[in-house]
């Protein structure tokens, strides 16, 4: 697809230079530098996501997965008691 971008004109000297050293097109260079761009902003968005995450893990008082399930699942067990077909309702350590 093609576009029309009006640049500063030292800005798409500079650009042309730095093409024709690496031996590229302009058309080349502004396709990396906005791809790269996109990726930096798809990068700060999965960021944000982490630590959103990590403080509601910390929140959740830190615990991986399978304790927290379990410790659901013994509360659960203990608010409805055993279900049938659960393998720790016979089990007395839980």
């Known amino acids: 697809m093609k576009i029309t971008v009006d640049l500063d004109a030292d800005l ?3 650009v042309k ?3 024709a050293r690496s031996d590229r097109s302009v058309r080349d260079v502004f396709e990396e530098a906005i791809g790269g761009w996109l ?3 798809e990068s700060a968005e999965d960021r944000a996501s982490a630590d959103v995450a990590l403080a ?3 929140r959740d008082g830190g ?3 399978v304790a927290y399930y ?3 699942a013994a509360e659960t067990r203990e608010t409805y008691g055993a279900m049938e077909g659960d393998p720790t309702a016979s089990d ?3």
Do not use: C
């Open 63 to 65: 615990v991986g997965a």
């Open 70 to 72: 379990e410790r659901l």
């Open 39 to 41: 990726e930096d902003l």
């Open 12 to 14: 798409y000297r500079a």
């Open 92 to 94: 007395p350590t839980t």
């Open 56 to 58: 509601e893990y910390r």
């Open 17 to 19: 230079v730095e093409a």
